[in-house]
């Protein structure tokens, strides 16, 4: 009996190491993310995102993934700071949401822009690797 709960006990460990793992790495893609947009790095975003990824923005514009690396390989668009915070790893098996709040700010098609608000994204395991599968923005009102 005892060596049957060592058994539980060890794989429940396991468990939870890899979750944390896990929560781990989706937390260093988010940031990854914030860190190839601010240097418009496309290739990089291509790599984070799933085939049939879709953001909803703020305004409720819908971007596919060839939408936003588009986007991001758009260098009149300029970010200047992308920091995302607070953020907490819901983690589902496969899958896992983050939530979190971000601070932007930088220049699109020569207008300046500054933005806080807060954000959902869905990773997947797939393939060997996460990925975002879906994202959502709101702007904190001013």
């Known amino acids: 009996m005892k060596s049957l709960l060592a058994g539980l006990l060890f794989c429940f460990m396991l468990t939870l190491s890899a979750r944390a793992q896990d929560s781990s790495r989706v937390i260093a893609m988010e940031n990854a993310w914030n860190h190839a947009e601010l240097n418009n790095d496309a290739a990089a975003v291509e790599l984070l995102l799933a085939d049939d990824f879709v953001m909803t923005t703020a305004e409720g514009v819908l971007y596919n993934k060839a939408q936003m690396i588009a986007s991001v390989r758009d260098t009149s668009y300029r970010p200047e700071a992308l920091q995302s915070t607070e953020m907490v790893v819901h983690g589902f098996g496969d899958a896992a949401v983050v939530t979190g709040a971000y601070y932007e ?24 690797r996460w990925q975002c599968a879906a994202s959502h923005f709101s702007i904190k009102p001013k």
């Open 105 to 128: 700010k930088g220049v699109d098609k020569s207008k300046p822009w500054e933005r806080r608000g807060r954000f959902t994204d869905t990773w997947i395991f797939k393939d060997g």
